[in-house]
């Protein structure tokens, strides 16, 4: 390895340490904001409800997803196989981390294959920067075999990184660009900041169809980036971002035109029920399955989100939902916080409350 694959493969897995040391949200992700309504005379039957999901052409049973965290170090390699072992036992998609670092350094790719070996017939994400040509986001998708691409927008974490980007020019022509010719669905995601309406309007513009809002109250990578700074000097950044549940207010007019996914903080199954309320597909979770396989192992993992499903199942019952077409029907009270920022906003909701 050289100096440069070192640093590199060094950087995933200070990432990793810095997530899994994220034992509290370092702030909140507004769920607590967002109530259902209880119903009590349920019209069917637990074994009824069903929960299945589309993204795009991607068809999925259960509306979950392991999303991107790792590759690019012989650890990260490590829990890449693990969490494709999760993801083929319980027919979930997963996302890798970033690929750049196997893109630059072919001796880096089996930290990213090794997903595609362990799970021949799941559902697969690749996962770049919006700074990567399309040659480069092709041959990301040709090494994993990808359902479809993420493409990761990350300011914030580049900016207190300190040795990330500066440049963000061509952000938005390569995703454009990558978006009209990659063949499979490209996924736009944030890293846990958040989208505002603004951000998912120039995203429309584009072309983009997908969208992964990541919004705050999970994996904080302001405070994981500060935490690797020299003087530790830009925490006063942490609260940046919008959280998940305002995200998805925020992209509430768009759901009839893009499918949108809600990602970050996601922590019961009760949050994701509020995502899917909300307006969302589906629901990822990185950190909490990053924790699952590093601490419990993978049979632990597989039971965990077998759980996570079935209590899904059990609130769309509270709700009299069998459906997440009847979980957006149904009545969802917000608390003056953020009922005040839909408004301040002018955010219009197409749901009636
Ligand atoms: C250790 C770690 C590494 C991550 N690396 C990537 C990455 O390479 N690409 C990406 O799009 N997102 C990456 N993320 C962000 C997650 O995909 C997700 O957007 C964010 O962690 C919020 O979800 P969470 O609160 O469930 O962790 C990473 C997250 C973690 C925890």
Same mark, same amino acid.
């Given at each position: 390895?050289?100096?440069?694959?070192?640093?590199?493969?060094?950087?995933?897995? &200070?990432?990793?340490?810095?997530?899994?040391?994220?034992?509290?949200?370092?702030?909140?992700?507004?769920?607590?904001?967002?109530?259902?309504?209880?119903?009590?005379?349920?019209?069917?039957?637990?074994? &009824?409800?069903?929960?299945?999901?589309?993204?795009?052409?991607?068809?999925?049973?259960?509306?979950?997803?392991?999303?991107?965290?790792?590759?690019?170090?012989?650890?990260?390699?490590?829990?890449?196989?693990?969490?494709?072992?999760?993801?083929?036992?319980?027919?979930?998609?997963?996302?890798?981390?970033?690929?750049?670092?196997?893109?630059?350094?072919? @001796?880096? &790719?089996?930290?990213?294959?090794?997903?595609?070996?362990?799970?021949?017939?799941?559902?697969?994400?690749?996962?770049?920067?919006?700074?990567?040509?399309?040659?480069?986001?092709?041959?990301?998708?040709?090494?994993?075999?990808?359902?479809?691409?993420?493409?990761?927008?990350?300011?914030?974490? @580049?900016?207190?990184?300190?040795?990330?980007?500066?440049?963000?020019?061509?952000?938005?022509?390569?995703?454009?660009?990558?978006?009209?010719?990659?063949?499979?669905?490209?996924?736009?995601?944030?890293?846990?900041?958040?989208?505002?309406?603004?951000?998912?309007?120039?995203?429309?513009?584009?072309?983009?169809?997908?969208?992964?809002?990541?919004?705050?109250?999970?994996?904080?990578?302001?405070?994981? @980036?500060?935490?690797?700074?020299?003087?530790?000097?830009?925490?006063?950044?942490?609260?940046?971002?919008?959280?998940?549940?305002?995200?998805?207010? &925020?992209?509430?007019?768009?759901?009839?035109?893009?499918?949108?996914?809600?990602?970050?903080?996601?922590?019961?199954?009760?949050?994701?029920?509020?995502?899917?309320?909300?307006?969302?597909?589906?629901?990822?979770?990185?950190?909490?399955?990053?924790?699952?396989?590093?601490?419990?192992?993978?049979?632990?993992?597989?039971?965990?989100?077998?759980?996570?499903?079935?209590?899904?199942?059990?609130?769309?019952?509270?709700?009299?939902?069998?459906?997440?077409?009847?979980?957006?029907?149904?009545?969802?009270?917000?608390?003056? @916080?953020?009922?005040?920022?839909?408004?301040?906003?002018?955010?219009?909701?197409?749901?009636?409350?």
């Amino acid at each position: 390895m050289n100096r440069e694959t070192d640093l590199r493969s060094q950087r995933k897995d &200070e990432h990793v340490r810095h997530a899994l040391d994220q034992k509290a949200a370092v702030v909140d992700s507004d769920f607590n904001h967002v109530h259902f309504v209880h119903q009590s005379i349920p019209s069917f039957n637990l074994d &009824e409800v069903d929960l299945s999901t589309c993204i795009g052409p991607l068809k999925l049973s259960q509306p979950l997803y392991i999303n991107a965290m790792t590759g690019g170090s012989e650890w990260t390699r490590t829990i890449n196989s693990k969490l494709a072992e999760v993801a083929s036992a319980t027919g979930i998609p997963m996302a890798v981390g970033s690929m750049h670092a196997a893109l630059k350094h072919p @001796e880096l &790719e089996n930290s990213f294959t090794v997903v595609r070996d362990r799970n021949p017939k799941g559902l697969v994400f690749a996962n770049v920067g919006a700074d990567v040509s399309l040659d480069g986001a092709k041959r990301a998708i040709e090494l994993i075999q990808a359902d479809a691409l993420q493409i990761h927008i990350n300011a914030p974490q @580049e900016l207190i990184m300190p040795e990330g980007d500066r440049n963000f020019r061509s952000w938005l022509e390569n995703i454009e660009n990558i978006v009209r010719h990659a063949g499979i669905p490209v996924i736009i995601k944030e890293v846990g900041f958040g989208m505002s309406w603004e951000t998912l309007q120039t995203l429309k513009d584009s072309g983009v169809r997908y969208v992964d809002v990541s919004g705050k109250g999970g994996t904080n990578f302001a405070s994981i @980036e500060n935490a690797r700074r020299e003087h530790k000097d830009m925490d006063y950044l942490k609260n940046w971002g919008l959280s998940t549940a305002i995200s998805l207010l &925020e992209a509430e007019p768009f759901v009839s035109d893009m499918s949108i996914l809600a990602s970050g903080g996601i922590k019961t199954p009760l949050d994701a029920m509020k995502c899917l309320a909300l307006g969302a597909k589906a629901v990822g979770m990185s950190r909490t399955m990053l924790e699952q396989v590093e601490y419990n192992g993978i049979e632990a993992a597989i039971e965990y989100i077998s759980q996570f499903h079935h209590q899904m199942c059990k609130i769309a019952i509270m709700i009299n939902a069998r459906t997440i077409e009847e979980i957006t029907q149904r009545p969802i009270v917000l608390s003056p @916080e953020i009922l005040s920022w839909q408004k301040q906003r002018a955010l219009h909701s197409q749901r009636s409350r």
